[in-house]
């Protein structure tokens, strides 16, 4: 099993957004991080719509349907009622649930799953009934007590979220210390039967160590790091670079 690539495209909408012109194009740079081996497409529409707005679910849908139908589409957001309603209209693979605040400027910590568990199971109920899978974000140092609320409320898998550890870039004790923190979550999680995914600020530096210590890891979600290196290489040569380092053979 190795591990998939998810690209993010959140970064990318929010330069296009810079301008009221429809470029760059998101349609044409999902294809081509599709056609160079990404597994699938992820967007964290969030309520003021600064970069991924509501309607270009429907245009990344209709790429993935039409032309990668063996893509996943990933949709990530805080579960109100208009998330819900916009994963019903648009059917992604998979919904990864995170509790964000609208006003965080990024994601920044996982669920607290004892406090939210009745929230989690109708959302989680919700998704499952319109055919997603449901991922759901979790801080690095999850208890076990606390991820059986998440496989108790129906969840197939759990999101790493990796924000500590992509920000000791420069400091590797640190960095090791961390992911030897989010191994000994993740290996919670599998004990259980939960999936494992990660995400956030990873990078072609960071993320071989990170598969060393989690090699089970299902599926990296990966956006601005991808994007910053898609200035340098292309979004083509990027993509492999970075399924490179989730250990993929290019
Ligand atoms: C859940 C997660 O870590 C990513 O979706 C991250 O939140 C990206 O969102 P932004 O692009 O809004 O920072
Ligand atoms: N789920 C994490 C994600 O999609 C991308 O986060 P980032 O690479 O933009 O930090």
Redesign the pocket.
Known sequence: MSVSLSV?V??IA?LRNRRDLPWPDLRALGRIALEAGAAGL?V?P?PDQR?IRFSDLPVLRALIDDEFPHAEFNI?GYPSDDFIELCRINQPEQV?L?P?DPRQ???DHGWDFLANRALLKDTVGRLKADGARVSL?ADGDTSLEALEVAREVGAERI?L?T?PYGGCYDDADRAKRIAEALGQTAERARSLGLGVNA??DLTVENLPMLVKRIPFIEEV?I??GLTADALIYGMAETVRRFRRACGQTV
């Open positions: 993010n959140n970064a929010m992820t964290h969030r970069h990530e990864t995170v964000d400027a990024t994601s974000f999101e979220y924000g995400g956030h979600s956006g601005h």
